[in-house]
């Protein structure tokens, strides 16, 4: 596994490189061939950072095979988490992102700035969050920036006179725009399979990697208002009593566990 994770179909290695620029960071947009209206409107904005980009051809769920997302996925772990089997959105989505991290790390760049194509900011905002955090590397290796729900934010470290960098006490959602280092785009790549859970669900487990996972407040990125791309049809729920409780254990153990890493990471970090 590890072999095919960290080379392609043309033989690149991509596990360590010796070019990497210090603080070079690279903008990487996830975006499907079929999506040009999207990419039309997410190209201007990026294009404005002023940070090397890269398109990347994102996975059509769509078009995947049921025989293939039944070789690269655990269905039946994933139906006791979340009451239904992955859709074929879902799957495309890890896969994505997979590939945004290989290219990251056949890339020059030290952090790589990964876009979902529905991501929505002002580049001058963004672009000073960025450079002022990579200023304080030492304390994250996950920088979410367009979370979803509240997140119970405790600020550890102001950047700049508006924003600060803050560790999040409950659950948050998405994957719309991070900022991640080297490292952390290898641990991701190790774990990847089987896909059990959700592309977000997966890069915020902080604990599963040893990374600290820390967000910018107040928000600098949102999710545009536009018809899902991931979700196109409707799924079965599942609702006997045994995946109910598989469920609700899964949250609560989330929940908990994600509670208690954030408290050593923030305990942690007032050391440092």
């Not at 200023?135 to 997140?151: A, F, S, T």
């Not at 045994?242 to 305990?267: D, E, G, M, P, Q």
């Amino acid at each position: 596994m590890l072999k095919y994770l960290f080379s392609d179909s043309y033989g690149r290695d991509f596990s360590e490189s010796g070019s990497v620029i210090s603080g070079k960071v690279g903008s990487f947009v996830i975006n499907l061939d079929r999506a040009t209206e999207r990419w039309n409107f997410i190209k201007r904005s990026v294009e404005a950072l002023g940070f090397q980009t890269a398109r990347i051809s994102a996975e059509d769920g769509n078009l995947l095979s049921d025989d293939y997302i039944n070789s690269i996925s655990d269905k039946e772990r994933y139906r006791r988490y979340f009451k239904m089997y992955p859709e074929k959105g879902t799957i495309g989505c890890s896969l994505s992102h997979e590939k945004a991290w290989k290219e990251f790390l056949l890339s020059d760049c030290e952090f790589a700035l990964i876009f979902e194509d529905d991501a929505s900011f002002d580049p001058s905002v963004l672009k000073n969050c960025v450079e002022d955090a990579i200023k304080y590397r030492q304390l994250w290796d996950v920088l979410e920036l367009e979370p979803y729900h509240h997140g119970s934010p405790v600020a550890i470290r102001r950047i700049n006179a508006s924003h600060s960098m803050c560790v999040y006490f409950s659950n948050i959602t998405h994957a719309g725009c991070y900022l991640i280092n080297r490292a952390t785009a290898r641990k991701f790549l190790q774990k990847m399979y089987p896909i059990f859970v959700p592309l977000d669900h997966y890069i915020n487990a902080a604990w599963e990697f040893d990374v600290k996972y820390i967000g910018v407040e107040p928000r600098v990125v949102r999710q545009r208002t536009c018809a899902s791309q991931i979700k196109t049809t409707s799924s079965k729920k599942f609702s006997d009593i045994r995946t109910i409780c598989s469920n609700a254990l899964y949250n609560i153990r989330r929940s908990v566990v994600w509670f208690l890493y954030s408290c050593y990471i923030k305990i942690t970090l007032c050391k440092n």
